[in-house]
């Protein structure tokens, strides 16, 4: 049993690692990962769930906004990009938070086709994310399955 | 006879100290965003902080008993240490809360510190000249919150040894008057 914990031990540590590697995730996420603890040891799966959310609600609005035939009104697609970026500024999602970054620029220039391109990337990205944390999330039970603990991934 | 009024002996009664309870600090944080919500809540859990979460300033007003509907009679046993508001929110901003804090009698001594996710030097500015506490840039960090807890608890020890002080000086004149009366 021991092996197979270490396995999945360093399966973990490696994925994780990857994931700052590729830009998944930032330091925010280890500030979130520092407020887990014994007693409270799905804070961080439950963060990510009011996030993944709260990224449905907004692209919905986004995209609703963008869908007006005539004039779209920039500022109201602004504000969900906005509350978006914070979100995802919080959670540690950095890709996501780039794009909102970009995304946010197309909305004051009332740049139309980026905007366009800019939501459907972010939807593109954040279901990537939540895919990478599923996986990720599962690697962390089958270790506790197996007997063993999560270890602490250090970044740096 | 004088004994009996040797000043360590006087009843030091725990009213001066308007921390919620022993090493607790209530705060009361305000967010329109869940996420930032759960994330401040547990910041500050992790914190020993007492937590109350309101997801707007009209909800925070109300909790307060500001919002005009309520006097503010039934809210005197209500104790926050702190207030800590997002900025940007609908409806009532970050900053027109702070300034309602500000006018009113009952919570104006209480520490606001503002949250936002925009490093804006002029909006920070209007926060400090309004009475802010703190501004603090989002995300906010866990080191963040403690150097605010730790900087409130000295203010509040401060606050307790001066009244202590005083109380002292005052027993220690009544007993030196007493001796001088040869009681």
Redesign the interface.
């Known amino acids: 049993m021991d092996a197979l914990v270490a396995q999945l031990q360093m399966q973990y540590r490696n994925y994780t690692v990857s994931l700052y590697q590729q830009g998944f995730l930032d330091d925010?996420f280890t500030?979130?990962k520092?407020?887990q603890?014994d007693a409270?040891p799905d804070?961080v799966a439950?963060?990510l769930s009011?996030?993944f959310?709260?990224c449905v609600k907004l692209i919905g609005n986004m995209a609703r906004a963008l869908d007006q035939t005539g004039t779209v009104d920039f500022s109201q697609v602004g504000a969900s990009v906005?509350?978006l970026?914070?979100?995802s500024?919080?959670?540690g999602a950095k890709r996501v938070k780039g794009l909102c970054v970009t995304f946010k620029e197309y909305c004051e220039a009332n740049n139309y086709e980026g905007c366009v391109r800019c939501l459907q990337q972010v939807d593109i990205e954040y279901k990537a994310l939540q895919t990478k944390l599923q996986d990720m999330f599962n690697l962390e039970k089958q270790i506790i399955q197996a007997g063993g603990k999560v270890p602490q991934v250090d970044i740096n | 006879m004088a004994e009996v009024l040797r000043p360590e002996m006087l009843d030091i009664s725990n009213d001066t100290s308007s921390l919620a309870s022993p090493e607790l600090l209530h705060v009361l944080a305000v967010d329109d965003s869940i996420v930032d919500r759960k994330f401040i809540e547990r910041l500050l859990r992790v914190s020993s902080c007492k937590v109350t979460v309101v997801d707007s300033a009209t909800r925070a007003l109300q909790y307060l008993g500001l919002d005009g509907d309520n006097s503010s009679v039934g809210f005197q046993d209500l104790k926050i240490n702190l207030i800590m508001t997002d900025y940007s929110m609908p409806g009532m901003t970050g900053y027109e809360l702070l300034k309602k804090i500000k006018e009113s009698s009952a919570f104006r001594e209480i520490p606001v510190v503002i949250m936002s996710s925009e490093n804006i030097l002029p909006r920070i500015d209007r926060c400090l000249e309004e009475g802010a506490e703190d501004f603090l840039l989002k995300p906010v960090k866990l080191a963040d919150v403690k150097r605010l807890r730790d900087s409130l608890m000295k203010a509040e020890e401060r606050v307790f040894k001066n009244i202590m002080h005083k109380r002292e000086l005052e027993a220690n004149d009544i007993y030196s008057q007493l001796k001088r009366a040869k009681i």
Do not use: A, I, N, Y
């Open positions: 925010q500030e979130l520092k407020l603890d409270s804070f439950e963060v009011l996030f959310e709260d906005h509350q970026k914070g979100s500024s919080s959670v």
